[in-house]
């Protein structure tokens, strides 16, 4: 059974920082993409940043030069750096991981920028 669980989110001021994780079993996860995604209330689902099993990365142009994705493949495990956050970047943050088009999905984890 395969398992995707974030965890990191919470209530920042805009400016700071917040680290989310997300540990994956059930798979061979040095092989899988992994992705996060986020969802801000009453929006499609977009995705943030993705790294592939080689570690090239892929984000989208607002989280450019303020979140950094990166995996520990011994510890089965994607992080999201998100640095300066603004009151935009406040979603519910998801985790993906996707081999050969088929992916497996976190619960999600919940990201709050406000002063």
């Known amino acids: 059974q395969v398992q995707v669980v974030e965890s990191g989110g919470g209530l920042v001021q805009p400016g700071e920082s917040l680290s989310l994780s997300c540990v994956v079993s059930?798979?061979?996860?040095?092989?899988?993409?992994m992705s996060w995604y986020r969802q801000a209330p009453g929006k499609q689902r977009d995705l943030v940043a993705s790294?592939?099993?080689?570690?090239?990365?892929v984000y989208t142009d607002s989280v450019k030069g303020r979140f950094i994705i990166s995996r520990e493949n011994a510890e089965r495990t994607v992080y999201l750096q998100m640095n300066s956050l603004k009151p935009e970047d406040r979603a519910v943050y998801s985790c993906?991981?996707?081999?050969?088009?088929?992916?497996?999905w976190g619960q999600g984890t919940q990201v709050t920028v406000s002063s």
């Open positions: 993906q991981a996707m081999l050969n088009r088929r992916p497996y």
């Open positions: 059930g798979i061979v996860f040095s092989v899988y993409e």
């Open positions: 790294i592939s099993a080689g570690s090239t990365v």
